[in-house]
């Protein structure tokens, strides 16, 4: 809801406040010093200050003009200018009803400013509570990453509590994301009728544990977010009409399935389509009677992908739980042996012995473990022990165990060949779309396009999936041209914005990597760069290996949009 025409009264926002105080404070004012240079009260200073009461617009007027500021600095300027949008209402009303608690409310416009991570980890490791506001913009990757920092921290210290709330009904989630909060309170928002219901809830839950069993109570809206069109961001969903396939690569994936102690190996950089191969190859093992399980690697904690044991245990307590199996693991677990020992006794004495027919275990962004080479060489190592058990029949239960793995880059640590899962079965690398895939993509999406205007939007992008669809969507779904796409590509506003910043994120985080990706960008030929610089830019897409850790920009959006950076 948008307001027809601007209220008087506004409130600041803390980062205004602290902006506030800081200038008053270099100038040696004290609040009535300031109130009289202002020529308002004494009260409205504070009012403005304590921000539990609106002030009016003058007068915010007058006490920003001796410190040299203006009410925007202060005020959010959607609420300056009244155009609240949905969710920045709501999250006003919850800050007043939740003043005095540490809370931490997570809402769109936060994303927007330029210090928006650091802030965001900052505030989240200091509240107590963690309100999350899902509205349109939570499909987006900045939010999904948000969601997975919370529940990391969440899983290592039980804290903070996590709340969230769906703001509207055309709200898209990530499947793997909905799962990671399902077991989390939630509600839906529909209309303002809904906010005081919400905003009481929330403040009967928060005096209780932030453990996520007593958290969770029956929510106000008990049915999930539903998909009124389909955005293109995570998997593709099965039924969807917009999975475009990359012959032969779909058919030899189906027949390699079906094969005694099968192992698929699908790499490819990320949002390339990985994770949507492998949900259909899993559906073709369920449709010729395989159990199927899938594991995925980006929702486990660095605290057990750093712990053998923790590991090891987390995959055969999550298979079996996902296989409807009651947990054996203290049965079946021994001090006196190492993780491999007792998940290899785990699997074929329970798991494989309890199953009838075929499993096919799909493991998704298993490079995370690379991060922990130690872990990652024993693992791995087991993983190919147990595709020789599978594959050459060391017992008839081991027959039953067939693979899916997913991975975004070259194994990076040193391994010995004859233990690495990544030299034998089927290796898949996924290509990008070709110009006749790219136009059949854009028929789907009822788009008329010209081989003119295919060639135009692939010579900023590429054929990458992800990039290719997310224009696709905005011209068929949001009133966008294909000339405004082109024109906006590299601006917060354009519609891969969003997109940009994720990206933007991550090399913020690892400065030896951003500056490799400053000298591709700035360097007008092939660069060579060390091994592992190179494919950690490769898996998160940024480049194309060129050869023996040569690298260049992926595509001409990464080149304009990092070059200026």
């Given at each position: 809801?948008?307001?027809s ?17 800081q ?72 800050r ?24 965001f ?59 990671s ?7 839906r ?26 958290l ?125 020992y ?11 012995a ?28 087991l ?29 990076y ?36 396009w ?9 010579n ?14 905005q ?22 914005g ?20 400053h000298?591709?960008?700035n ?14 830019l490769?898996s ?5 290996l ?20």
């Open positions: 809801m948008t307001q025409r601007k209220s008087r009264g506004v409130r600041a926002t803390r980062e205004g406040i602290e902006i506030l105080e200038r008053r404070i270099s100038k040696g004012w004290s609040p009535k010093a300031l109130a009289n240079r202002a020529g308002v009260s004494l009260d409205t200073v504070e009012r403005l200050r304590d921000r539990v009461e609106k002030v009016e617009r003058e007068s915010v007027r007058k006490i920003v003009c001796p410190l040299n500021l203006q009410p925007t600095d202060i005020i959010d300027p959607d609420e300056w200018d009244g155009k609240l949008s949905i969710e920045a209402e709501l999250a006003q009303q919850l007043i009803a939740l003043v005095g608690r540490n809370v931490f409310i997570s809402e769109e416009k936060l994303r927007q400013r330029a210090d928006w991570f650091k802030h980890t900052k505030a989240l490791e200091q509240c107590d509570c963690y309100v999350l506001l899902l509205s349109q913009a939570a499909i987006s990757e900045v939010v999904t990453k948000e969601i997975y920092f919370a529940l990391e921290l969440y899983d290592s210290q039980n804290s903070p509590a996590i709340l969230w709330v769906q703001v509207g009904l055309d709200v898209v989630l990530n499947p793997d994301v909905y799962d909060l399902a077991d989390f309170p939630w509600w928002w529909t209309s303002t009728e809904d906010t005081s219901a919400i905003v009481e809830a929330i403040q009967n839950l928060l005096p209780h544990s932030a453990e996520k069993n007593l969770t109570q029956k929510n106000i809206s008990p049915t999930a977010p539903i998909a009124l069109r389909e955005y293109p961001t995570g998997q593709v969903p099965l039924s969807s009409d917009f999975y475009i396939e990359r012959p032969p690569i779909e058919s030899n994936c189906y027949q390699e399935i079906l094969h005694l102690g099968a192992l698929i190996r699908i790499k490819a950089p990320r949002q390339m389509g990985k994770t949507s191969l492998m949900a259909r190859v899993l559906h073709q093992a369920r449709e010729h009677d395989c159990h199927t399980v899938c594991l995925s690697f980006q929702l486990t904690s660095s605290s057990v992908l750093s712990n053998l044991e923790k590991l090891m245990q987390w995959v055969c307590g999550s298979v079996g739980q996902k296989l409807g199996l009651p947990n054996q693991l203290a049965e079946y677990w021994d001090d006196i042996f190492d993780g491999n007792n998940s290899t006794t785990y699997f074929e004495n329970y798991i494989l309890e199953t009838t027919r075929p499993l096919v275990i799909g493991l998704d962004e298993v490079d995370r473990v690379f991060a922990y080479p130690d872990v990652a060489n024993d693992f791995l190592g993983l190919r022990a147990w595709y020789e058990k599978a594959r050459y029949g060391d017992q008839g239960s081991w027959e039953k165990l067939r693979f899916v793995i997913v991975h975004s880059t070259d194994v640590i040193p391994m010995n060949s004859n233990q690495s899962p990544f030299n034998v079965g089927l290796s898949i690398e996924l290509p990008e779309f070709t110009q006749t895939q790219v136009q059949n993509l854009a028929q789907r999406y009822q788009l008329n010209t081989d003119s205007q295919v060639e135009q939007l692939m900023l992008v590429g054929g990458h999936p992800f990039l290719v669809r997310m224009a696709l969507y011209v068929a779904h949001e009133n966008i041209t294909l000339d405004q796409i082109l024109s906006q590509a590299t601006t917060e506003s354009g519609c891969y969003d997109h940009l910043r994720h990206q933007l994120w991550n090399l913020e985080k690892y400065p030896e990597l951003a500056t490799a990706f000298q591709v960008v360097t007008n030929a092939p660069v060579s760069l060390k091994s592992v610089l190179a494919f950690k490769y998160m897409g940024l480049v194309r060129e050869g023996n850790h040569v690298v260049t920009p992926r595509c001409e959006l990464y080149l304009r949009y990092f070059r200026d950076r």
